[in-house]
């Protein structure tokens, strides 16, 4: 049974920075995407980031290229997502969640309905 189990969130000034993190047990193997999902109040849920745990290729929205970073430890059971310059617009529930995928391109990894396995999700709350 797949567990994901998201920490690290918070409250913070615009411009600082917070580091999330996803433990995931009972994945099966590593042809899996492990991805960041948020939602704001009042908004639809988007795809934030994600990784492709084998081989590690990472995949980011627009909206936090080059600000967030999206990595696995060596045991590919934790994932993080290191967020910087963060902005009031970046506040949201953060969610984990883990997609089977045989290949990497047999998915988008922003496409929340193929990912299986959610986390609880973390609130990160960023003041102006």
């Known amino acids: 049974q797949v567990q994901l189990v998201e920490s690290g969130g918070g409250s913070v000034q615009a411009g600082g920075s917070l580091r999330l993190a996803c433990e995931a047990s009972g994945l099966p193997d590593s042809r899996r995407y492990l991805g960041w999902f948020r939602q704001a109040p009042g908004k639809e849920l988007e795809g934030v980031a994600a990784i492709y745990l084998t081989g590690g290729s990472q995949h980011y929205a627009n909206a936090v290229r080059d600000r967030f970073t999206v990595s696995q430890d060596n045991a590919k059971t934790t994932v993080y997502l290191q967020m910087h310059s963060l902005k009031p617009e970046d506040t949201a529930i953060y969610y984990c969640?883990?997609?089977?995928?045989?290949?990497?391109?047999?998915?988008?990894?922003?496409?929340?309905?193929?990912?299986?396995?959610w986390g609880q999700g973390t609130q990160v709350t960023v003041s102006s």
């Open positions: 969640a883990a997609a089977y995928a045989y290949f990497e391109e047999h998915m988008r990894w922003d496409n929340r309905n193929d990912y299986d396995n």
